[in-house]
């Protein structure tokens, strides 16, 4: 593998375009930064020694609020659910 460039493996290995497609990823086209490393184990296993990714941004927030809304409707709608009375009517 050459130095500073990084093989990058997609999720789902029969649709994925990633280094198999591409080939090595430079370190300079990578963003972010790990919360934890669980592989391969050694050395680097654990929390990195780095600058984690800030906690509130703004792409977060609208994930975050877009779940916490999701789930009111649907707490709403399932208590609804439970608290309907059945309704007998009588037929002549």
Not at 9 to 27: K, T, W, Y
Not at 53 to 69: D, E, G, K, N
Request: with cysteine; glycine share 6%; hydrophobic share 45%.
């Amino acid at each position: 593998m050459p130095d500073k460039q990084y093989l990058l493996l997609g999720d789902n290995h029969a649709m994925s375009a990633d280094s198999r497609v591409f080939g090595f990823i430079p370190e300079d086209n990578l963003q972010g930064a790990p919360s934890l490393i669980l592989w391969p184990t050694g050395d680097r296993w654990g929390v990195p020694a780095q600058k984690a990714y800030p906690l509130f941004t703004l792409p977060r927030s609208i994930v975050w609020l877009c779940f916490a809304l999701f789930v009111a409707i649907w707490y709403k709608l399932q208590r609804d659910k439970r608290n309907r009375k059945i309704v007998f009517k009588k037929t002549a």
